[in-house]
C-alpha cells in the first residue's frame, strides 16, 4: 500500500500563525478537496499526521478538532483515510508522537501496511518532513518556506503537488 501523508494547517487549512480550533477559522486552501479526490483515484492511503498542541495546553478540546477534521471529510466525501494527531506541548509534557518524532507515521506504516518508498508526505515546515525523510518516504514543501535538506520537492500548495504524486 502507498500513502500520501498530509500535514493539516499549511497544507489542508489555512495557517493562521495562531492554533486553528474554531470552526470559522477552519479553512480548507485552494483546491484541496479536488487534490484529494484525485490522490485517491491514484491508489494512494490519504492520512493526516498533525501536531496538536493546543489540546494539552488547555486552549481547545479534542472534539473542537474533531469538529473541524468532519469540516475536512465532508469537503472531501470521506476519501481521508485516516488522521493522527499528537496533543501534547513539550511545555506539558514530551511526546515521541508530535513531529519531527516519527511515532504518528510509525503507527501508521503499521497499520495500513505501507511501503515508504511508494508515499510521500507533504509539509509547509521542515519539522513536517524531517521524520518522513527518516522513515524513506518522500517529501514535498508547500508554501512559501526555502527548502531545506528535507525537501526533495517545492510546491505552492497540495494540488500543484499532483504532478508528482503518481
Known amino acids: 500500500m502507498k500513502a500520501v501523508f498530509l500535514d493539516r494547517d499549511g497544507v489542508i487549512n ?13 479553512e480548507l486552501i485552494g483546491e484541496v478537496a479536488t ?64 513531529k519531527p518524532g516519527t511515532l504518528m507515521f510509525e503507527r501508521a506504516i503499521v497499520k495500513y501496511d505501507i511501503d515508504t518508498t511508494s508515499s510521500w508526505m507533504v509539509g509547509d515546515k521542515m519539522r513536517d518532513l524531517i521524520p518522513a525523510k527518516a522513515l524513506g518516504i518522500k517529501t514535498i514543501l508547500v508554501g512559501d518556506q526555502p527548502m531545506g535538506k528535507e525537501a526533495d520537492y517545492h510546491r505552492k500548495d497540495l494540488f500543484s503537488c499532483l504532478d508528482l504524486i503518481d
Do not use: W
Open 14 to 26: 489555512k495557517e493562521r500563525g495562531e492554533y486553528t480550533y474554531r470552526l470559522d477559522d477552519f
Open 35 to 98: 487534490a484529494i479526490t484525485m490522490i485517491k483515484s491514484r491508489g494512494f492511503k490519504v492520512i493526516v499526521i498533525t501536531n496538536q498542541a493546543g489540546i494539552s495546553r488547555g486552549l481547545y478540546t479534542v472534539e473542537q478538532m474533531k469538529a473541524c477534521h468532519a469540516i475536512l471529510q465532508e469537503a472531501c466525501q470521506g476519501l481521508v483515510d485516516d488522521i493522527y494527531y499528537a496533543p501534547l506541548h513539550p511545555s506539558v509534557s514530551e511526546s515521541l508522537a508530535r
